[in-house]
T-cell receptor, first 114, second 111 residues
Framework: EADIYQTPRYLVIGTGKKITLECSQTMGHDKMYWYQQDPGMELHLIHYSYGVNSTEKGDLSSESTVSRIRTEHFPLTLESARPSHTSQYLC?????????????FGSGTRLTVV | GDSVTQMEGPVTLSEEAFLTINCTYTATGYPSLFWYVQYPGEGLQLLLKATKADDKGSNKGFEATYRKETTSFHLEKGSVQVSDSAVYFCALSKRAQKLVFGQGTRLTINP
C-alpha cells in the first residue's frame, strides 16, 4: 500500500489555467522531491525540499513552483499551464540523516495541457 | 559529478529467458546502489539495493551484485515472466545526498 499519495492521477486542462498537483506522505519524511518524467522515461528533478519552509530548484529548470508548509504536504503549482508542460509528474520522499536512504514514490500525475 | 549509465533499451525477451540489464556508475567515495522498477502507469518502486562492495541485493527473483572493481551493478533474473515488463532504473546515492538515476531501460517480455 502507498504511503505517499498524489492527486489527481490524470488531469487534462486547457492552456492558461492554473493547476496544483497534490502530494502527501504519511511517513514523517523530512525530504521530498518532484520529478518530471518525459516520454523517453528519463527522470528530471525539478524541485526538492529538506523540511518545512525549505524548497530548492532541481536540475531541470521548471516554470512550476512548490511550497512546504507542513511536513507531510508538498504541492506543485503551475500558474499558467502550457502544452509544453504535458508530462508525468512524480513525487517522492525519503528519510533524512547521515545514512543512505532510498526514495518512496507516489503513483504520479499524468498532466495533459490542450 | 556522479553519474549512472544503463544499457540502452528497449529490451525485448521471450518468457523464461535469462535477463541482464547492465548498469555502470562513476562516483567518488563509496556510494550505495539501487534498482527501481516502474510498472506501466505507476511510480517507481524499490526493487533491491546494495550498500557496499560485493554485497548482493535480491528480490522477486532479481539479483544484482555491487562490483567496485568494475564499477557495475548489473541486474539479472534467471527466468523472466510477462509480469516483469516494466521500466528499470539503476541509481546511486551517498550519505545524505540525493539519488542519481540512470536513464531507464524499458523491458518487454513476450509470452
Amino acid at each position: 500500500e502507498a504511503d505517499i499519495y498524489q492527486t489527481p492521477r490524470y488531469l487534462v486542462i486547457g492552456t492558461g489555467k492554473k493547476i496544483t498537483l497534490e502530494c502527501s506522505q504519511t511517513m514523517g519524511h523530512d525530504k521530498m522531491y518532484w520529478y518530471q518524467q518525459d516520454p523517453g522515461m528519463e527522470l528530471h528533478l525539478i524541485h526538492y525540499s529538506y523540511g518545512v519552509n525549505s524548497t530548492e530548484k532541481g536540475d531541470l529548470s521548471s516554470e512550476s513552483t512548490v511550497s512546504r508548509i507542513r511536513t507531510e504536504h508538498f504541492p506543485l503549482t503551475l500558474e499558467s499551464a502550457r502544452p509544453s508542460h504535458t508530462s508525468q509528474y512524480l513525487c517522492a520522499s525519503s528519510e533524512s540523516g547521515t545514512g543512505v536512504y532510498g526514495y518512496t514514490f507516489g503513483s504520479g500525475t499524468r498532466l495533459t495541457v490542450v | 559529478g556522479d553519474s549512472v549509465t544503463q544499457m540502452e533499451g528497449p529490451v525485448t525477451l521471450s518468457e523464461e529467458a535469462f535477463l541482464t540489464i547492465n548498469c555502470t556508475y562513476t562516483a567518488t567515495g563509496y556510494p550505495s546502489l539501487f534498482w527501481y522498477v516502474q510498472y506501466p502507469g505507476e511510480g517507481l518502486q524499490l526493487l533491491l539495493k546494495a550498500t557496499k562492495a560485493d554485497d548482493k541485493g535480491s528480490n522477486k527473483g532479481f539479483e544484482a551484485t555491487y562490483r567496485k572493481e568494475t564499477t557495475s551493478f548489473h541486474l539479472e533474473k534467471g527466468s523472466v515472466q510477462v509480469s516483469d515488463s516494466a521500466v528499470y532504473f539503476c541509481a546511486l546515492s551517498k550519505r545524505a545526498q540525493k539519488l542519481v538515476f540512470g536513464q531507464g531501460t524499458r523491458l518487454t517480455i513476450n509470452p
